[in-house]
């Protein structure tokens, strides 16, 4: 345990549409996104929306992107994640933007 009472750290994500290399149906756009911090709190901006598709693809690689990862690992060299739907071809970029310590015993 560190002196503040934290024993793990967690990186704060941001996944974010990067293109669009088909036609649109769900209503994204390039730039539209969603948030994950303090371990498990997923955010939208105000009056905004996310496919849940493309978010069912993406919620699997979360737990790993929160942790830091040996060099060679491969999901923590590619950072990219697809939708689903071939016909969209929508493509998200899954960015760690900040660090949150917590306490493992406060955890379920």
């Known amino acids: ?15 974010v ?9 769900c209503g994204m756009h390039v730039g539209d996104e969603f948030t994950v911090t303090d ?17 069912s693809a993406a919620v699997p690689l979360i737990p790993a992107k929160q942790r830091s990862l040996p060099a060679g690992d491969w999901l923590e060299r590619d950072s990219e994640v697809a939708c689903p739907d071939p016909e969209e071809r929508l493509i998200m970029r899954i960015e760690r933007t900040g660090i949150t310590r917590l306490r493992s015993e406060d955890l379920t």
């Open 1 to 15: 345990m560190t002196h503040d009472g934290t024993d793990m750290e967690l990186y704060d994500l941001r996944v």
């Open 17 to 25: 549409v990067d293109r669009i290399e088909g036609r649109s149906v």
């Open 39 to 55: 371990s498990n709190e997923l955010r939208l901006p105000d009056g905004k929306h996310f496919c849940f598709y493309a978010l």
